[in-house]
């Protein structure tokens, strides 16, 4: 019967045996796969959204969609913090065996993160396929053109390799992470606020309560506004002075002279005072970082060219950032980082903290520490930060970290599909409620709204209140309004120093920020190197003219000590539930 063919017969036996081979090595491979997803969905992903069956599937799209890239070696960064931690040492291990995909995750400084975004950006030179970017760089990523965007993905060459479970409608943050144009630039897989944090125990006690209320008047509770929180600052450090023999503080903050400094203030403290305009995410035409902007086009920082960084909003927060640290914080706090501070409440002699990120709180709910019960239930709470007397209903309250899946044009496309794959498995149902029981940095409602995060709430602090509250679209990242984000950001601790050391005014200080923005935006407009939304100065006027203007800036309030006003934590709480129900 082969007499008339080509090949051999030993050849055509070879060769149906190796098509038998292949056949089994294929379905082998597939059993690899799916026994791998089994086994981590059965002894990870426990706790999910998603029913087991719902889990499988979603697990076989992604072993299926990563066919053509089976064997890469992929590389992703991110900053390293607790959700980071799990995301490298968890869920790129769990894809790696999912899909056939090598994928590394690398944790360094958030600095760092930000340099290699930078370096690649510059050089053109691939150093990471994908990384995890706080939303803050918007603005940049908008204007610079080196960025792909998340939906252009979605639409053009990621269309296959899209989830079909994604379910973006379900993510809290997307606002955070949408340019001006209206289209979707980032993914995020991480949030946190900075909130008000409070010794809950301390403020119940009633000889303190009574102490409180000879001295100014009215309740010990959650300050609504700055002078409150100033009165309880001072009530703890100059007042009570000790509980149960330990010195206490009504304050706790950080000074030292370092890029984390920076951070602090642009980490939306004006705002918090009121220097900025109403509106969210962020306030327009001037957003809390004093950055006018006029049709996408930055116009300018300083007063003179209507921009609000050296107002007298942004003054009296400067002030009272050192005058409240010189008077009522620990004295070590004005030599430490934002690392360095974080764990310090927690060490149990601090009263109240203004402003605390609650990225923090898996540190803040361990066992034995002197800030949680013999139940393991914490002493404290978080609640919205008070507001200064410049702020307007309507105007962001605060600042939240969005850390989102950033993705640049030149990285190769097959690298950037591969890495899209990682950054949807991070994010995906069947893994985000572990990853939120991690690390504490909810991304989904589906996951905030879950059973798990109920039964979990008494542990955090008032963590999942907040974010099941309608007072949570308050808390917002630095916006579209900054041109480069990374050039200006670096300005900040620089001047902010100027002030904390004092070497020079607040007012000294923040005149010399903002015209050290403008002269960076100056260059920026100047090079013609952005693709869009490029700065466009105003000329400097009179600071007068913008003062009589409505909004920002604001000209100086003849009192800025208004009456002090708190409000009961469980009152809070219960007009939360109230609106939401509503």
């Known amino acids: 019967m082969f007499k008339n063919n080509k090949y051999p017969k030993t050849l055509l036996l070879s060769a149906a045996f190796g098509a038998v081979s292949m056949g089994l090595s294929l379905q082998a491979s597939a059993d690899q796969y799916s026994d791998a997803a089994e086994k981590w969905v059965n002894n990870e992903f426990k706790k999910s959204t998603l029913t087991k069956e719902q889990q499988m599937k979603e697990m076989a799209w992604f072993t299926k969609a990563a066919e053509s890239f089976r064997g890469m070696e992929i590389n992703v960064v991110s900053e390293t913090i607790a959700t980071h931690e799990y995301e490298s040492s968890v869920l790129a291990k769990a894809f790696s065996e999912i899909t056939g995909i090598k994928l590394t995750h690398t944790l360094i400084q958030e600095g760092d993160v930000i340099e290699k975004l930078q370096t690649q950006m ?84 009633e000889d303190l309560k009574k102490q409180f ?116 914080a620990p004295p070590e706090a004005t030599g430490m980082t934002f690392s360095e501070s974080g764990p310090v409440p927690a060490q149990g002699n601090v009263a109240q903290q203004i402003f605390w990120y ?99 709430a008494p542990k955090l602090g008032g963590l999942v209140e907040f974010y099941r509250s309608p007072a949570r679209v308050q808390w917002t990242p630095t916006g579209t309004n900054i041109p480069d984000y990374p050039k200006m950001a670096q300005l900040w601790w620089q001047y902010v120093a100027q002030a904390a050391s004092g070497e020079a005014t607040a007012q000294e200080a923040l005149d010399g920020l903002a015209k050290a923005q403008d002269r960076v935006m100056e260059r920026l407009e100047r090079a013609n190197i952005l693709a869009t939304c490029a700065p466009k100065l105003n000329e400097p006027r009179d600071p007068q003219y913008w003062f009589d203007q409505p909004g920002a800036p604001k000209p100086k309030l003849s009192n800025e000590k208004v009456q002090g006003k708190t409000v009961s934590y469980d009152d809070l709480i219960k007009t939360w539930e109230d609106e939401r129900e509503s």
């Not at 899209?420 to 991690?438: D, G, I, P, R």
Request: charged letters at 25%; aromatic letters at 14%.
């Open 122 to 205: 510059q050089s053109g030179r691939n150093i990471y396929d994908g990384y995890v970017n706080d939303s803050d760089l918007i603005g940049t990523h908008v204007r610079y053109g080196k960025v792909v965007a998340v939906e252009d993905i979605m639409n053009g060459e990621g269309k296959d390799f899209t989830l079909p479970t994604l379910d973006l409608e379900d993510f809290i943050g997307l606002d955070f992470t949408t340019g001006p144009d209206g289209k979707l630039y980032q993914l995020p897989t991480q949030q946190f606020a900075n909130l008000y944090w409070f010794r809950a125990d301390w403020f119940e006690r």
């Open 213 to 328: 209320k000879d001295i100014y008047g009215y309740e010990l509770g959650v300050p609504v506004n700055w002078s409150a929180y100033e009165d309880i600052a001072e009530f703890f450090s100059v007042h009570v002075k000790e509980i149960d023999g330990k010195k206490v503080y009504g304050h706790m903050d950080y000074g030292k002279k370092d890029p984390s400094l920076g951070w602090r203030f642009t980490d939306a403290w004006f705002s918090m005072a009121g220097a900025g305009d109403k509106g969210l995410p962020n306030g327009l035409p001037v957003d809390e970082w004093g950055v006018r902007v006029e049709d996408c086009h930055p116009v300018g920082s300083d007063v003179s060219r209507g921009g609000a960084t050296n107002s007298p909003a942004a003054v009296y927060a400067t002030e009272k950032y050192v005058d409240w640290m010189g008077k009522y």
């Open 358 to 456: 609650t990225a923090f709180t898996a540190s803040m709910i361990e066992e034995g520490l002197p800030v949680v019960n013999e139940e393991g239930l914490p002493k404290w709470r978080m609640a919205p930060s008070p507001r200064g007397p410049y702020w307007e209903e309507g105007m962001k309250l605060g600042y939240q970290d969005v850390g989102s899946w950033t993705f640049l044009s030149s990285t190769p496309e097959k690298r950037r599909l591969a890495a899209w794959l990682y950054a949807q498995f991070t994010v995906s149902k069947t893994v985000s409620l572990e990853k939120l029981v991690a690390g504490l940095t909810p991304i989904r409602n589906s996951d905030i709204n879950s059973d798990v995060m109920t039964e979990m």
